[in-house]
T-cell receptor, first 117, second 119 residues
Framework: AQTVTQSQPEMSVQEAETVTLSCTYD???????LFWYKQPPSRQMILVIR??????QNATENRFSVNFQKAAKSFSLKISDSQLGDAAMYFC??????????????FGKGTHLIIQP | GAVVSQHPSWVICKSGTSVKIECRSL??????MFWYRQFPKQSLMLMAT?????????EQGVEKDKFLINHASLTLSTLTVTSAHPEDSSFYIC???????????????FGAGTRLSVL
């Protein structure tokens, strides 16, 4: 079974600084997807970034980028120029690409990100 | 685009009654929808995968007779918590896979969640 581990229950960063959230995962599969989702106090899950395992290039979305190390099974999220609106729970998630229909997500326990003004 | 509506947002019911939660994809068709459960200050746990026109697939440990899932159309999936008890109180979240219309597979868009309180 797949597992996703987020070892940082809470992280704090000054506004405008850069912060990196860690995530490791365990799988015996070679074709899968990795995600970072954000959950603000409203509890609405928002997709931050998505990485396809067979792509070596790290995904980026504006201020958000990942460091995907497939051999090490590591998938960290870097947030540059942190803003107050970035404060939320961040969940790392894994999904198998079974080649057929969509597959469910396995989530890590989350990292609570605090932005200090 | 990619909006998922979940209703109701909060429901309070008496122990022993049944509660239905609806999940709709508003601007795309979703062959597959998912139901997750989130306990306070914890992560999301996949409960079941719902495919249009077929029986749902439940994760290990999830009682299929307790949590009835129906996916009658490409835009609607429902979760019915039958004979609810206080231990069923939780936050239930649905998601829908975006599929081909947005050019990328395996992107799940989430509803806003339903807070269930069983008295």
């Amino acid at each position: 079974a797949q597992t996703v581990t987020q070892s940082q229950p809470e992280m704090s960063v000054q506004e405008a600084e850069t912060v990196t959230l860690s995530c490791t995962y365990d799988t015996s599969e070679s074709d899968y997807y990795l995600f970072w989702y954000k959950q603000p106090p409203s509890r609405q899950m928002i997709l931050v970034i998505r990485q396809e395992a067979y792509k070596q290039q790290n995904a980026t979305e504006n201020r958000f980028s990942v460091n995907f190390q497939k051999a090490a099974k590591s998938f960290s999220l870097k947030i540059s120029d942190s803003q107050l609106g970035d404060a939320a729970m961040y969940f790392c998630a894994y999904s198998l690409n079974s080649g057929g229909g969509a597959d469910g997500l396995t989530f890590g326990k989350g990292t609570h990100l605090i932005i200090q003004p | 685009g990619a909006v998922v509506s979940q209703h109701p947002s909060w429901v309070i019911c008496k122990s022993g009654t049944s509660v239905k939660i609806e999940c709709r994809s508003l601007d795309f068709q979703a062959t597959t929808m998912f139901w997750y459960r989130q306990f306070p200050k914890q992560s999301l746990m996949l409960m079941a995968t719902s495919n249009e026109g077929s029986k749902a697939t439940y994760e290990q440990g999830v009682e299929k007779d307790k949590f009835l899932i129906n996916h009658a159309s490409l835009t609607l999936s429902t979760l019915t918590v039958t004979s609810a008890h206080p231990e069923d109180s939780s936050f239930y979240i649905c998601s829908a896979d975006s599929g081909n219309p947005f050019g990328a597979k395996n992107i799940q868009y989430f509803g806003a969640g339903t807070r269930l309180s069983v008295l």
